[in-house]
């Protein structure tokens, strides 16, 4: 089955700095990447995703980079606000009509 | 339009007991996920249900089980209860159509805690 690692685990950042988590994935039939946010005691909320036919998307200060060679993927915060601070999970989903998803372990970003 | 509902909030169980969790989708969503989050483990998927069929399940023993209902809202049943069951269970929904992935909307979960 698939398997999504992603680092770092903990990500401290100055405000206004940028941000970069990465995450890789094993099963090259993976074709959906989706990105959530998850504020402390609250639900996870999708951010951002990307399908593998394109190679990057933007949203206002989110991007997301997909290498489907390497089978990794990246979300970029730029100017980062004390607000974006959160845990992020990346996921992978494959087109094989399951939908699931399968997901990192996620990133504690800190934006100090 | 409202988002994923889940109740009950909290759950607090001793261990061997049964759990009833459920989940009512977004208006119009027939597809509904469950995920077990447990402190620095991540999401790890649970179930799928679409149209009232479960669809997939992840690598989780047979005491965990669920159903969909005509109006596709959700149980999760979870029997025998054990200590490492205590989480966050999360309830997501999507539409499913055609064979593309769907984007997934979470509820905001229930914490369960086994005694």
């Known amino acids: 089955g698939e398997n999504v690692e992603q680092h770092p685990s903990t990500l401290s950042v100055q405000e206004g700095d940028s941000a970069v988590i990465k995450c890789t994935y094993s099963d090259s039939a993976s074709n959906y990447f989706p990105w959530y946010k998850q504020e402390l005691g609250k639900r996870p909320q999708l951010i951002i995703d990307?399908?593998?036919?394109?190679g990057e998307k933007k949203d206002q200060r989110i991007a997301v980079t997909l290498n489907k060679t390497a089978k990794h993927f990246s979300l970029h915060i730029t100017e980062t606000q004390p607000e974006d601070s959160a845990v992020y999970f990346c996921?992978?989903?494959?087109?094989?009509?399951?939908?699931?998803?399968?997901f990192g372990k996620g990133t504690m970003l800190l934006v100090s | 339009e409202a988002g994923v509902t889940q109740s009950p909030t909290h759950l607090i169980k001793t261990r061997g007991q049964q759990a009833t969790l459920r989940c009512s989708p977004i208006s119009g969503h027939t597809s509904v996920y469950w995920y077990q989050q447990a402190l620095g483990l991540g999401l790890q998927f649970l179930l799928w249900?679409?149209?009232?069929?479960?669809?997939n399940r992840g690598n989780f023993p047979p005491r965990f089980s669920g159903r969909q209902f005509p109006n596709y809202s959700s149980e999760l049943n979870v029997n025998a209860l054990e200590l490492e069951d205590s989480a966050l269970y999360l309830c997501?929904?999507?539409?499913?159509?055609?064979?593309?992935?769907?984007?997934?909307?979470f509820g905001p979960g229930t914490r369960l805690t086994v005694l």
């Open positions: 997501a929904s999507s539409l499913l159509m055609g064979g593309a992935t769907k984007k997934q909307f």
């Open positions: 996921a992978a989903s494959d087109n094989s009509g399951s939908s699931t998803l399968t």
């Open positions: 249900y679409d149209e009232g069929e479960e669809r």
């Open positions: 990307i399908r593998s036919n394109v």
